[in-house]
């Protein structure tokens, strides 16, 4: 078989940098930490922990992301912090960001982030979100979602052009929300991707979690990207079924390795899922990662995590 071995997102950040942070800036803040020498020295040790596990296609980690996917939000000119809310399901929490004014894009959002871990010559996929900003965030100056989200869409493509001109070949855009949105908000999402994705020498990911794609699964196939991101281990029966009866002419990025467990997965069935996998989408198009970001585990857990991804495909031939 040949497929990628993949980075869905974020990583623990290791003990030592979250002290480091807390005392650079306090906990929950909506401005993110500074790219100094030990922000440089905690990537290098993430970036070192996925080459052990053979992981091709790598994040820095999002390590300076102190709220969750709404970190981008507060590198945009026109959103302000609002109060704590969970982040979904989890037990985490995160400034719900609102929008005040017209949303521009005056600084670069994720750009010197990815440039200092492109620095390291590993192949590195940045990480954006869209609609799903819109859903975990309040608005007070559009005048509809469809506006909001259009003008959120077209701030990002300003970022995702500078990316791929950085070196960028990859750029996942989380989506969790779509997989609930009805069909009025796919709608909009499409026209919103449109406007993403415009003239970005790229490929996109479209990555789904948290759940089955069973609503939106066939919307989602006529998105403008080229590929999607599902997740195998809390959508497990019904994403198989999915790919096998409508097939699926994208790119697959299967989430396989559960990121909110610390009990670690027998490689073996994982090797057996990813074999099923491969019965419905061709191998070389195929990227294998956890099914979401890592972040919800300790750092030694993480690690563990991406061991046992990469025993999985040992005897594999990896593209």
């Not at 905690?42 to 970190?71: F, P, R, S, Y």
């Not at 790119?251 to 491969?278: C, F, H, W």
Request: charged share 25%; aromatic share 8%.
């Amino acid at each position: 078989m040949e497929f990628v071995t993949s980075m869905a997102g974020s990583y623990p950040r290791p003990d030592w940098f979250k002290l480091h942070l807390k005392k650079q800036e306090g906990s929950q803040k909506g401005v993110a930490g500074l790219i100094d020498d030990r922000y440089v020295k905690a990537l290098k040790q993430v970036l070192d922990e996925q080459d052990k596990a053979q992981i091709q296609l790598k994040t820095d980690g999002q390590l300076l992301w102190h709220n969750m996917l709404c970190h981008l939000c507060y590198k945009i000119e026109g959103f302000a912090p609002g109060g704590l809310i969970r982040f979904y399901d989890n037990n985490m929490y995160y400034q719900k960001p609102r929008v005040e004014s017209e949303l521009k894009r005056k600084n670069s959002i994720i750009l010197s982030e990815y440039l200092k871990a492109r620095e390291s010559g590993h192949d590195i996929k940045p990480v954006l979100s869209c609609y799903t900003l819109t859903k975990l965030s309040s608005n007070s100056f559009y005048s509809s979602d469809d506006d909001f989200l259009q003008a959120l869409a077209s701030v990002l493509n300003q970022e995702a052009r500078d990316l791929a001109d950085a070196g960028a070949r990859v750029i996942q855009v989380d989506e969790p929300a779509l997989l609930s949105a009805d069909k009025e908000g796919l709608e909009i999402a499409k026209k919103a991707f449109e406007v993403l994705v415009k003239d970005v020498d790229a490929s996109f990911v479209l990555s789904t979690y948290y759940a089955d794609a069973s609503k939106a699964f066939a919307e989602l196939l006529e998105f403008p990207v080229q590929g999607i991101g599902l997740d195998f281990v809390e959508g497990k029966d019904i994403n198989l079924k999915l790919i096998k009866e409508h097939g699926l002419d994208l790119d697959l990025q299967a989430g396989v390795v559960d990121a909110r467990t610390t009990r670690m997965e027998d490689p073996a069935n994982v090797s057996k899922l990813v074999s099923e996998i491969t019965k419905a989408v061709d191998s070389d198009r195929l990227y294998v990662c956890p099914n979401m970001g890592l972040e919800y585990l300790p750092y030694v857990k993480a690690a563990q995590k991406l061991s046992v991804l990469s025993d999985s495909i040992r005897g594999g031939v990896l593209r």
